[in-house]
C-alpha cells in the first residue's frame, strides 16, 4: 500500500510539475529576458538568430517580471511588451492557472517599443478591458494621453493611468512596496523608470534599461546590497558587439563593464545580479557566452524562473 501511495506522489509531481514552483511567499517570475525587438530579431539572418527561426523553444521573449503575492491571490506584470499575449499565458502555465488571467495592475518603465506598445491588447479592438491600473511616471502619463492611438485606451477608460513620480512609493499590500527611481537613457518620449520591490520575503532591483551606469545620480553598488536579487541591463556583451553600429547612439552599460564595476565586491554581492534585456546580438542568448558571466560569480536571468 505504502509503495502504491509512493507511486500515486511520484507521478502526480511527474504530471504537474509547474505546481512545484509556485511559492508560498511572494515573488518573482521572469516572462522575457529580450531586448525590445525580441528574440529571434526581425530580419536578422546572421548566426546570433539563425538557429532561433528552426527552434521555437530558443526564442526569447521581451524583457518583462511577473510579481505574485499568493496571499491575496494577485499579480502585478512589469511591462507591457509586443509578446504581451504568449507572456499572460506563460504566467498562468507556470502557475498552475491560481491567479486572474490579467495582472492587478502594470508598471510600464518608458516609452520603447519593447516596454509599453503591448497595451493595445487591451483596446476595444481586442480584451476591451475597464479600468486596468497602469502606474508610469508622469512624461509617460502624458505620452498615453496625448498620441493615438494609446489615448483612446484612456478616454475608454481600457486602462487607468496612476502618476507615479520619481522617488515615489506605491504600496500595493501591507507587504508590497515599489519605489520608481529615473534613470538616464534615451528619454526621446518620456522618462525612464527603474524599480525597488520591497516584499515580505525578498528585495530585488529591476533596471533593465540605462545608458551607463556613471551617468546617474544614485550609486548602483549601493543599491543592489540593499536588495536580494538585482536584475540589470545587460543589454549589450562588449564595445565590439555590433559592427556598422555606432555604439554612442544606443548606450547601454556593456555586461563587461558591470562585471569590472562590481569586481571588487564579494561573491555574495556579485550572485544577487542577473543580467536581463539581452539585445539578440547578445552571445549570452545563441552562443554559450553566459560561462564569461558565471565563472566571474554573476548571474544570466532564465524566462520561465521563479526568484
Avoid at 516596454?115 to 491588447?121: A, C, N, S, V
Avoid at 479600468?131 to 477608460?157: A, T
Wanted: proline letters at 4%; aromatic letters at 12%; one cysteine or more.
Amino acid at each position: 500500500m505504502k509503495q502504491f501511495l509512493l507511486l500515486l506522489v511520484i507521478t502526480f509531481l511527474l504530471t504537474h510539475p509547474v505546481m512545484s514552483q509556485v511559492s508560498s511567499g511572494n515573488h518573482l517570475i521572469v516572462l522575457g529576458v529580450a531586448q525590445d525587438g525580441g528574440y529571434p530579431h526581425i530580419g536578422c539572418q546572421k548566426e546570433c538568430c539563425d538557429r532561433a527561426w528552426s527552434d521555437s523553444e530558443l526564442k526569447r521573449y521581451v524583457v518583462s517580471l511577473a510579481l505574485a503575492d499568493p496571499v491575496a491571490q494577485k499579480w502585478y506584470l512589469f511591462e507591457a511588451t509586443p509578446d504581451i499575449k504568449e507572456q499572460l499565458q506563460l504566467f498562468r502555465s507556470i502557475t498552475g492557472a491560481q491567479y486572474n488571467y490579467l495582472p492587478d495592475a502594470i508598471f510600464v518603465s518608458h516609452a520603447h517599443i519593447g516596454h509599453y506598445t503591448g497595451l493595445f491588447q487591451f483596446g476595444r479592438e481586442s480584451m476591451n478591458t475597464l479600468g486596468l491600473p497602469v502606474y508610469v511616471l508622469p512624461r509617460m502619463k502624458s505620452f498615453l494621453e496625448e498620441n493615438g492611438p494609446w489615448s483612446q485606451l484612456v478616454s475608454l477608460n481600457n486602462i487607468f493611468l496612476c502618476e507615479v513620480k520619481d522617488g515615489g512609493n506605491i504600496s500595493l499590500a501591507e507587504n508590497i512596496n515599489i519605489k520608481l527611481l529615473t534613470v538616464p537613457h534615451r528619454d526621446e518620449f518620456s522618462e525612464t523608470g527603474g524599480y525597488l520591490i520591497d516584499t515580505d520575503n525578498i528585495d530585488y532591483l529591476f533596471i533593465p534599461d540605462i545608458d551607463k551606469w556613471e551617468k546617474w545620480d544614485k550609486d548602483i553598488i549601493g543599491l543592489v546590497k540593499t536588495v536580494d536579487v538585482a536584475f540589470l541591463d545587460g543589454t549589450f556583451c562588449n564595445i565590439d558587439e555590433l559592427s556598422g553600429r555606432e555604439m554612442s547612439e544606443i548606450p547601454h552599460p556593456f555586461i563587461s563593464e558591470t562585471i569590472n564595476l562590481f569586481k571588487l565586491q564579494n561573491k555574495e554581492t556579485k550572485e544577487k545580479i542577473h543580467f536581463i534585456h539581452f539585445n539578440h546580438s547578445n552571445p549570452v542568448l545563441w552562443k554559450d557566452a553566459e560561462n564569461m558571466v558565471t565563472d566571474a560569480g554573476f548571474n544570466i536571468a532564465i524566462q520561465g524562473t521563479k526568484y
